[in-house]
């Protein structure tokens, strides 16, 4: 089993993973050929109040047991890069448009202005970013629209 250390957030996190090589009718999982697992102990800095977890990953194909660990921990830089700045900033999971064509364009305007806002202001965070241009539309719209080709 081998051990990662990472501090951060307010804590110290300890993490120890191992893999297991596993057979599908083993796990009655398709396709599954190895079992991930992750224990982690985490230490709040201010308290120091432990807390401990344990993850399973069923995967595909055998990785080497860092690869297998470093797969698991990357999936989460969707969640940090695109869906938490969606819901905090946009509040989209609060959005009540569902219908027709209403959510997929709100969807897609969304993701445009996230795009935009990492390209012009990566030095901001996404509210002071939208506090910075919601009054200036029209100049906004034109940058908006102008070819990507020019703004580079």
Same mark, same amino acid.
């Given at each position: 089993?081998?051990?990662?250390?990472?501090?951060?957030?307010?804590?110290?996190?300890?993490?120890?993973?191992?893999?297991?090589?596993?057979?599908?009718?083993?796990?009655?999982?398709?396709?599954?050929?190895?079992? #991930? /697992?992750?224990?982690?102990?985490?230490?709040?800095?201010? +308290?120091?109040?432990?807390?401990?977890?344990? @993850?399973? !990953?069923? &995967?595909?194909?055998?990785?080497?047991?860092?690869?297998?660990?470093?797969?698991?921990?990357?999936?989460?830089?969707?969640?940090?890069?695109?869906?938490?700045?969606?819901?905090?900033?946009? #509040? /989209?999971?609060?959005?009540?448009?569902?219908?027709?064509? +209403?959510?997929?364009?709100?969807?897609?305007? @969304?993701? !445009?202005? &996230?795009?935009?806002?990492?390209?012009?202001?990566?030095?901001?965070?996404?509210?002071?970013?939208?506090?910075?241009?919601?009054?200036?539309?029209?100049?906004?719209?034109?940058?908006?629209?102008?070819?990507?080709?020019?703004?580079?």
């Amino acid at each position: 089993m081998s051990t990662s250390l990472q501090p951060g957030h307010g804590r110290i996190d300890s993490r120890r993973y191992r893999t297991l090589a596993v057979t599908p009718e083993q796990l009655g999982f398709p396709h599954a050929a190895q079992l #991930l /697992e992750i224990q982690r102990e985490s230490t709040n800095k201010k +308290t120091g109040v432990t807390t401990t977890g344990r @993850r399973l !990953f069923i &995967l595909s194909e055998p990785l080497s047991a860092l690869d297998a660990f470093t797969a698991a921990r990357s999936r989460w830089g969707i969640e940090n890069k695109n869906h938490h700045p969606r819901d905090s900033t946009f #509040l /989209e999971d609060k959005t009540r448009a569902r219908t027709g064509n +209403t959510a997929a364009n709100l969807m897609l305007l @969304r993701g !445009f202005v &996230l795009v935009w806002w990492r390209r012009k202001h990566p030095d901001l965070c996404a509210p002071a970013f939208l506090m910075r241009n919601q009054r200036q539309l029209p100049s906004v719209l034109r940058e908006l629209f102008q070819p990507l080709t020019s703004q580079q």
